[in-house]
């Protein structure tokens, strides 16, 4: 079984640039999450999708973070304009359901450095 | 709101020797409690997990976890540790009708030879 896959694994810009993380979850999981991790920190839930509406993205800063959950599959995540303190790395994860306890599966992550 | 509690930024151990890292949260009913491990440059995986019945729960590689429900903690074990798991130790809490996690900040395990 294929796992969480994530592009792309690195990036580097200026701020005030735009940015894009691609997420493709494991086939068949409903439920799928963007966390953000900054060094020295836990992942932090940004937002959550089941199939292709939004569950939670109360932890969002909506003002220049952005994400979209097409057809209930892939994901992409934008942060326009970017700033220094996004610096961090941003974790796609995916589950089967949303009843509680369910494992989420994560992918490797996207590295991203705000010059 | 849910909250978790890793007090040991590094802790250091010899190969070889068993390990415990502590994990304490905060949750007003049952909660779900998850360890993860994840290695330089990795994603997170999933060492055990704990939903109700038996409060010492098997995980993957070896490692174990016991939940108290009156010291609110949670907390990782091995009895023998091996080079390959010097990584990084995340204790995370969920709560009952909703998949949302709260992670600790993590515990960094070093392997001494």
């Known amino acids: 079984e294929a796992g969480v896959a994530q592009s792309p694994r690195y990036k580097i810009i200026e701020k005030r640039q735009s940015v894009a993380f691609w997420c493709n979850p494991i086939?068949?999981?409903?439920?799928l999450y963007w966390y953000q991790q900054i060094l020295g920190q836990g992942p932090k839930l940004l937002i959550q999708f089941q199939n292709n509406g939004v569950v939670d993205d109360s932890q969002l800063p909506k003002d220049r973070f952005s994400a979209e959950r097409l057809k209930g599959v892939d994901s992409t995540l934008k942060i326009q304009p970017a700033k220094l303190e996004d610096s961090a790395v941003y974790l796609c994860?995916?589950?089967?359901?949303?009843?509680?306890?369910?494992?989420?599966?994560f992918g490797p992550g996207t590295r991203l450095l705000v010059l | 709101a849910q909250s978790v509690t890793q007090p040991d930024i590094h802790i250091t151990v010899s190969e070889g020797a068993s390990l415990e890292l502590r994990c304490n949260y905060s949750y007003g009913a049952t909660p779900y409690l998850f360890w993860y491990v994840q290695s330089p440059g990795q994603g997170l995986q999933l060492l055990l997990k704990?939903?109700?019945?038996?409060?010492l729960v098997q995980g993957i590689k070896g490692f174990e976890a016991e939940f108290k429900r009156s010291q609110s903690s949670f907390n990782l074990r091995k009895p023998s540790v091996h080079w390959s798991d010097a990584a990084e130790y995340f204790c995370a809490v969920g709560a009952f009708g909703n998949e949302k996690l709260t992670f600790g900040t993590g515990t960094r395990l070093t392997i001494i030879p």
């Open positions: 086939s068949g999981h409903a439920t």
């Open positions: 994860a995916s589950s089967s359901r949303t009843t509680g306890g369910e494992t989420q599966y």
């Open positions: 704990y939903f109700s019945g038996d409060t």
